[in-house]
């Protein structure tokens, strides 16, 4: 079945390093792709999305190029704040079917 | 536009007793899904509910466990004789009709502790 994996963490930057939080899928069809970030005691909110090969999702400094040739939706931001720190997760959603199916996360740690 | 609402946002139960679960869609949303989210672990899909009807429950555990969307109110995640391996955090997402329901929205969860 349809599965996303995401690299462990926990990810420790300093404020203004580069950030890359890998994410591979496996996935029949041509699935719909997302990043969610969850603060503490928060709900997940919709960071970015792609919905088609080669499209860039794109918000708030962060970015991630659906690759379809590697199947991977890796997600990046080329300076991160203190205020980023959070649990990211990857998402993607099949083609014929509602549900999402999430990566386990990965939390980001930024130090000041 | 009020977000989507869950409520109790913390809940404890002793093992046996019953959990409700309710969630609240945004306005105009007419697509619910339930979520757990174990202990340092990713989301898992539980149900997929439509005003009065279950289209999708492949998520759901077979015992103890139902969901409900009626025509009028919440949708009500159920537990029924909760074990201390129910104890999660069990979010809902909503999606408005047609085809943008790729882009869900979740609520802030519901923390389940059974003692």
């Known amino acids: 079945g349809d599965s996303v994996t995401q690299m462990e963490g926990p990810v420790t930057l300093s404020e203004e390093a580069f950030l890359t939080i890998n994410c591979t899928y496996t996935a029949t069809g041509y699935p719909s792709l997302f990043w969610y970030v969850q603060y503490p005691g928060e709900g997940l909110q919709l960071l970015l999305k792609?919905?088609?090969?080669?499209d860039k999702g794109s918000n708030k400094g962060f970015e991630a190029t659906y690759r379809k040739e590697t199947t991977s939706f890796h997600l990046e931001k080329g300076s991160v704040q203190v205020s980023d720190s959070a649990v990211y997760f990857c998402?993607?959603?099949?083609?014929?079917?509602?549900?999402?199916?999430f990566g386990t996360g990965t939390r980001l740690q930024v130090f000041p | 536009n009020a977000g989507v609402m869950q409520n109790p946002r913390h809940l404890v139960r002793r093992r046996g007793q019953e959990a409700r679960l309710r969630c609240s869609p945004m306005?105009?949303?007419?697509?619910v899904y339930w979520y757990r989210q174990l202990p340092e672990e990713g989301l898992k899909f539980m149900v997929y509910?439509?005003?009065?009807?279950?289209?999708?429950e492949s998520g759901m555990p077979k015992e103890r466990f139902s969901a409900e969307f009626p025509k009028e109110g919440p949708s009500i995640l159920r537990i029924q004789q909760v074990v201390r391996g129910d104890s999660a955090a069990y979010f809902c997402?909503?999606?408005?009709?047609?085809?943008?329901?790729?882009?869900?929205?979740f609520g802030p969860g519901t923390r389940l502790t059974v003692t």
């Open positions: 998402a993607l959603k099949g083609d014929n079917t509602d549900k999402l199916i």
């Open positions: 306005k105009g949303h007419s697509h």
């Open positions: 792609a919905t088609k090969a080669d």
């Open positions: 509910l439509q005003k009065e009807n279950i289209i999708d």
């Open positions: 997402a909503s999606s408005p009709p047609g085809s943008s329901s790729y882009e869900q929205y």
